[in-house]
């Protein structure tokens, strides 16, 4: 019996001397607030979709016209305009109003753009549907250009279902793809800007928002899901 009670005494030692030493753990300066788990399902209402989802809810539609952004939306242009600024203006964004800068963009700088994976998913969808599937852009229009060759490859499609790229130019105060949107007579339209999403509305066509990559050259960064439109999940790359 009174082995017992020294080894409980023991045992009752031991966890006290551990709550003083847990008592007296060196505590590392906040630097910030942090975060709990709660804090972190208090996301911003967004409504998320998935390519799968997308191609779902067409099923019931036929073939149709869709269109695309192409900068921070199937390509990741960002090497060649980080390439231009530079070159054409390293202190503002005056190079964007450059001819010479859009001549080098659209016939060969584009070889450094990387196609992103989202869109190379959602035009191989969209051409299983047997879609028209068109490319209007805000670049300014040049004498020539290689960009519609270097979609076709980056993108997959065949020759035969490739339309020329649209450039529809970047005016302040006015969105010229609206006309080009109407003209084709499109149903869905993707891309990563607010202007790309209000366009859509303004010709109640359904406006998809993809996610700009964090390290585009073309900051700040758009608010997705801002206007309660469709966000593509994991769209950033």
């Known amino acids: 019996m009174r082995k017992a009670t020294l080894a409980f005494s023991a045992i009752v030692l031991a966890f006290g001397l551990n709550g003083m030493a847990q008592a007296k753990v060196f505590m590392p300066e906040q630097i910030g607030s942090g975060v709990t788990a709660a804090d972190l399902a208090q996301r911003q209402a967004v409504h998320w979709v ?19 952004d192409i900068d921070d939306t199937v390509l990741f242009s960002s090497p060649g305009f980080f390439r231009g600024k530079l070159e054409y203006s390293p202190n503002d964004n005056s190079y964007l109003k450059n001819q010479e800068f859009w001549e080098k963009m659209n016939n060969e700088w584009d070889k450094f753009s990387m196609p992103k994976q989202i869109g190379i998913e959602l035009v191989q969808m969209h051409l299983k549907r047997g879609d028209d599937i068109y ?47 109407k003209d084709h007579k499109l149903k869905i339209y993707y891309g990563d800007a ?30 997705a899901g801002r206007f309660g439109e469709e966000v593509v999940i994991k769209s950033e790359y």
């Open 50 to 68: 998935s390519v799968d989802q997308i191609e779902k809810s067409l099923q019931s539609q036929p073939p149709m016209a869709v269109g695309f």
């Open 135 to 181: 490319f209007i852009t805000g670049r300014s229009k040049t004498k020539t250009e290689t960009v519609t060759k270097y979609l076709q490859e980056d993108l997959h499609i065949p020759a035969d279902k490739m339309n020329a790229v649209i450039f529809a130019g970047d005016e302040p105060g006015k969105n010229n793809k609206i006309s080009w949107m």
């Open 194 to 223: 607010d202007a790309d999403i209000a366009a859509a509305r303004e010709l109640n066509i359904r406006g998809i928002r993809i996610l700009r990559a964090s390290n585009s050259s073309y900051q700040p960064l758009p608010k």
